[in-house]
Nanobody, 129 residues
Framework: QVQLVESGGGLVQAGGSLRLSCAAS????????MGWFRQAPGKEREFVAA????????FYADSVKGRFTISRNNAKNTVYLQMNSLKPEDTAVYYC??????????????????????WGQGTQVTVSS
């Protein structure tokens, strides 16, 4: 079992930055691929970014590429999402998710929320124009 707790959300003006954190407990986070997803009001949950169990590989949704950076510190069992140049359309509840490591780090597989086993409670990010 893995418990995930997100933090770092808040209200920021367009063009600003936030860093989200996801603290994992229960099992060593280095055994898991980690992902960030978001859900805006009235919209479906969408993929944001994912990082491999070692941290050596990552990929992003096109909508955030070049603005967001996912990283992890396995010694601290924490995954981060640095969000720069925020836009009002980034407003959403952001969730982190964990999936036990697989044979390889597939972007198709790890960008699909249904493939993750554990989820945090979410943190609200609001970007004002």
């Amino acid at each position: 079992q893995v418990q995930l707790v997100e933090s770092g959300g808040g209200l920021v003006q367009a063009g600003g930055s936030l860093r989200l954190s996801c603290a994992a407990s229960g099992r060593t986070s280095s055994s898991y691929a980690m992902g960030w997803f978001r859900q805006a009001p009235g919209k479906e949950r969408e993929f944001v970014a994912a990082i491999s169990w070692s941290g050596g590989l990552s990929f992003y949704a096109d909508s955030v590429k070049g603005r967001f950076t996912i990283s992890r510190n396995n010694a601290k069992n924490t995954v981060y999402l640095q969000m720069n140049s925020l836009k009002p359309e980034d407003t959403a509840v952001y969730y982190c998710a964990a999936k036990p490591r697989g044979a390889y780090f597939s972007s198709t597989y790890y960008s699909t929320g249904g493939n993750y086993d554990y989820w945090g409670q979410g943190t609200q990010v609001t970007v004002s124009s």
